[in-house]
């Protein structure tokens, strides 16, 4: 634990946030365990922070005792053939993992290059980018659960993982369906070897940037260099020369709405289905000689996810745009992003991303969500 109030601005991308009240650095599995159990034990405010990627903080000094995920290494388990499974520390670097990955030939994450954070958030929101989440390459959690106190493996299947979201995110501030800290994360991947292949190709826009059709295959490596360099374009990998990187990322996901609602926009605006066709021709086994009315199918209406950047841009909103005399910005690469230009405020941040909700919502009628956490700032 430090001494002196650790300011919160150094330690996330945004570069925002005021001083903790304590800062505990937990360095290896047994310390971040025994630090979120004495914090459980004594009632006090806390607050866990992993790479600071995902953040926004608010500029008063925080209560909160910070808990700092950094335990790190990746052990490698037992796995079926051609498969790699592997146990992940929290703390390690979410985009060492893939660098680690795609040198020893393991495929499954290539796609999710360069975005910052730390394993260990990787699953709380599920996170994903030019087709592949990590959804589809985890097992399980090392969950230590907030009501056992006990270090749980939990299966992947029972997290909840869908668009950006699990049972272990905290919606709008609000407590998460299941509470605790994950520890280590368990993964499994294709082994293909230093010069296989990548998984087929999921995504418009890497496979235009590769030159290929959806579905093909190429290296591994290639994936990783492209998805690195079309990030880079759009300021998402960190790099203190370049002010649009100062910032968390995508700040608002993809609206999911009825298609109802998506078909009313105008004409060129983008969706796409995010579920099955309900199944209207389901069919029901009754037993021999009873007379028995089939239940009625069930009509679901069927969602689309809309595009946030095309509603922020349509709404009139460009990239670079600023309020007057705010240091916060629309980062000039990408409408998705809000950034620090040097300087801002929480504050400034916050006010930035309610115009960009409220101009959305008076020209479309949807109500953007941010992607961040939200500490003692209101959105």
Same mark, same amino acid.
């Given at each position: +634990?430090?001494?002196?109030?650790?300011?919160?601005? &150094?330690?996330?991308?945004?570069?925002?946030?005021?001083?903790?009240?304590?800062?505990?650095?937990?360095?290896?599995?047994?310390?971040?365990?025994?630090?979120?159990?004495? %914090?459980?034990?004594?009632?006090?405010?806390?607050?866990?922070? @992993?790479?600071?990627?995902? =953040?926004?903080?608010?500029?008063?000094?925080? &209560?909160?005792?910070?808990?700092?995920?950094?335990?790190?290494?990746?052990?490698?388990?037992?796995?079926?053939?051609? #498969?790699?499974?592997?146990?992940?520390?929290? $703390?390690?670097?979410? !985009?060492?993992?893939?660098?680690?990955?795609? *040198?020893? $030939?393991?495929?499954?994450?290539?796609?999710?290059?360069?975005?910052?954070?730390? %394993?260990?958030?990787?699953?709380?929101?599920?996170?994903?980018?030019? @087709?592949?989440?990590?959804?589809? /390459?985890?097992?399980?959690? !090392?969950?230590?659960?907030?009501?056992?106190?006990?270090?749980?493996?939990?299966?992947?299947?029972?997290?909840?993982?869908?668009?950006?979201?699990?049972? =272990?995110?905290?919606?709008?501030?609000?407590?998460?369906?299941?509470?605790?800290?994950?520890?280590?994360?368990? +993964?499994? =991947?294709? &082994?293909?070897?230093?010069?296989?292949?990548? /998984?087929?190709?999921?995504?418009?826009?890497?496979?235009?940037?590769? @030159? %290929? *059709?959806? @579905?093909?295959?190429?290296?591994?490596?290639?994936?990783?260099?492209?998805?690195?360099? =079309? #990030?880079?374009?759009?300021? +998402?990998?960190?790099?203190?020369?370049?002010?649009?990187?100062?910032s968390a990322g995508s700040f608002f996901t993809n609206p999911?709405?009825?298609?109802?609602?998506?078909?009313?926009?105008?004409? !060129?605006?983008p969706w796409w289905p995010v579920d099955p066709a309900p &199944?209207?021709?389901?069919?029901?086994?009754?037993?021999? $000689?009873?007379?028995?009315?089939?239940?009625?199918?069930?009509?679901?209406?069927?969602?689309?996810?809309?595009?946030?950047?095309?509603?922020?841009? #349509?709404?009139?909103?460009?990239?670079?745009?600023?309020?007057?005399?705010?240091?916060?910005?629309? /980062?000039?690469?990408h409408t998705l992003a809000l950034t620090n230009r040097g300087?801002?405020?929480?504050?400034?941040?916050? *006010?930035?991303? #309610?115009?960009?909700?409220?101009?959305?919502?008076?020209?479309?009628?949807?109500?953007?969500?941010?992607?961040?956490?939200? %500490?003692?700032?209101?959105?």
């Amino acid at each position: +634990m430090s001494g002196d109030r650790i300011r919160l601005s &150094d330690h996330t991308t945004l570069g925002v946030g005021g001083a903790a009240a304590a800062f505990i650095d937990c360095t290896s599995e047994s310390e971040l365990i025994a630090a979120v159990l004495d %914090v459980w034990r004594s009632e006090e405010p806390w607050l866990l922070l @992993g790479g600071g990627s995902n =953040l926004l903080i608010g500029d008063e000094d925080l &209560d909160e005792t910070v808990l700092h995920v950094a335990n790190r290494g990746v052990e490698r388990l037992e796995a079926a053939p051609g #498969r790699v499974r592997l146990r992940v520390q929290a $703390g390690e670097g979410w !985009d060492d993992l893939v660098a680690y990955t795609v *040198e020893h $030939g393991w495929s499954g994450i290539e796609a999710l290059s360069g975005i910052p954070g730390t %394993v260990g958030a990787a699953p709380v929101q599920n996170i994903g980018a030019y @087709g592949q989440e990590v959804v589809t /390459s985890l097992v399980a959690v !090392d969950l230590l659960d907030a009501a056992s106190h006990d270090l749980e493996r939990v299966p992947a299947a029972e997290l909840g993982l869908g668009y950006r979201t699990s049972v =272990l995110k905290r919606h709008g501030g609000g407590p998460p369906e299941r509470d605790g800290v994950v520890v280590a994360v368990i +993964m499994e =991947l294709d &082994d293909v070897g230093v010069d296989g292949l990548a /998984s087929p190709i999921a995504f418009p826009q890497l496979a235009f940037a590769l @030159g %290929v *059709e959806l @579905g093909e295959r190429v290296p591994l490596a290639q994936v990783r260099t492209t998805v690195l360099a =079309l #990030r880079a374009s759009k300021g +998402m990998v960190l790099d203190a020369a370049d002010p649009d990187t100062a910032s968390a990322g995508s700040f608002f996901t993809n609206p999911i709405v009825s298609e109802h609602v998506a078909r009313a926009l105008p004409g !060129d605006a983008p969706w796409w289905p995010v579920d099955p066709a309900p &199944d209207d021709d389901a069919e029901y086994v009754f037993p021999l $000689g009873e007379v028995v009315n089939p239940p009625r199918p069930v009509h679901q209406p069927r969602l689309a996810k809309l595009s946030a950047a095309w509603l922020i841009e #349509r709404a009139g909103i460009r990239r670079g745009y600023a309020l007057p005399s705010s240091r916060a910005a629309i /980062s000039t690469k990408h409408t998705l992003a809000l950034t620090n230009r040097g300087g801002a405020t929480a504050a400034e941040i916050a *006010e930035l991303a #309610r115009f960009v909700q409220a101009r959305v919502h008076a020209e479309f009628g949807v109500l953007l969500q941010p992607e961040p956490v939200v %500490v003692g700032v209101t959105i």
